[in-house]
T-cell receptor
Framework: KNEVEQSPQNLTAQEGEFITINCSYS?????LHWLQQHPGGGIVSLFM???GKKKHGRLIATINIQEKHSSLHITASHPRDSAVYIC??????????FGSGTKLNVKP | SAVISQKPSRDICQRGTSLTIQCQVD?????MFWYRQQPGQSLTLIAT?????????ESGFVIDKFPISRPNLTFSTLTVSNMSPEDSSIYLC?????????FGPGTRLLVL
């Protein structure tokens, strides 16, 4: 069974701060998603990674397959970034393990 | 991209009753996934629904409790049967995309 650990569980930041959320997993995977869940419950996939690094706007995601670790970075954080961020490693090509999530609150 | 809608968006039900949740996708997909998110928890996969075959259930979930239909490539239903307060959750359907995953808006269920 894959154990997925996310840290921190809760994070409060001031607007403009650089934010890092970490994810570690215990078994080999084919890819990893970073998901964003807003207070209303809707979930959006921000990234799917199988190696290296991806960047979308102010969001950067990295993965180290050998070390079984991924990070999500938010540059110049904004209150609208407030959400729960979930790390979701993928196994068997379409089945996910889900981390417990990091609740981010960005204060103006 | 895929747009997913779910009905109902929320419901309050009495224990012992059943609720059927509908998931509609705006494009044809092979597999549809049903997830549960209990209060304060992350998502748990209930089952994978393929058109034309029985759904595949994950450990801890059974067909009698969570019957699933998949009549065509754009639609699926999940029924939560004989509900108890422990079934109070958000239920989401999801489909694969190209290097992404699409999620429905969720159905918030409260069982009294």
């Amino acid at each position: 069974k894959n154990e997925v650990e996310q840290s921190p569980q809760n994070l409060t930041a001031q607007e403009g701060e650089f934010i890092t959320i970490n994810c570690s997993y215990s078994v080999g995977i084919s890819a990893l998603h970073w998901l964003q869940q807003h207070p209303g419950g809707g979930i959006v996939s921000l990234f799917m990674l199988s190696s290296g690094k991806k960047k979308h706007g102010r969001l950067i995601a990295t993965i180290n397959i050998q070390e079984k670790h991924s990070s999500l970075h938010i540059t110049a954080s904004h209150p609208r970034d407030s959400a729960v961020y979930i790390c979701a490693p993928v196994y068997n090509f379409n089945k996910f393990y889900f981390g417990s999530g990091t609740k981010l609150n960005v204060k103006p | 991209s895929a747009v997913i809608s779910q009905k109902p968006s929320r419901d309050i039900c009495q224990r012992g009753t059943s609720l059927t949740i509908q998931c509609q996708v705006d494009s044809q997909v092979t597999m549809m996934f049903w997830y549960r998110q209990q209060p304060g928890q992350s998502l748990t996969l209930i089952a994978t629904a393929n058109q034309g075959s029985e759904a595949t259930y994950e450990s801890g979930f059974v067909i009698d409790k969570f019957p699933i239909s998949r009549p065509n490539l754009t639609f699926s239903t999940l029924t939560v049967s004989n509900m108890s307060p422990e079934d109070s959750s958000i239920y989401l359907c999801s489909v694969d995309g190209i290097e992404t995953q699409y999620f429905g808006p969720g159905t918030r269920l409260l069982v009294l």
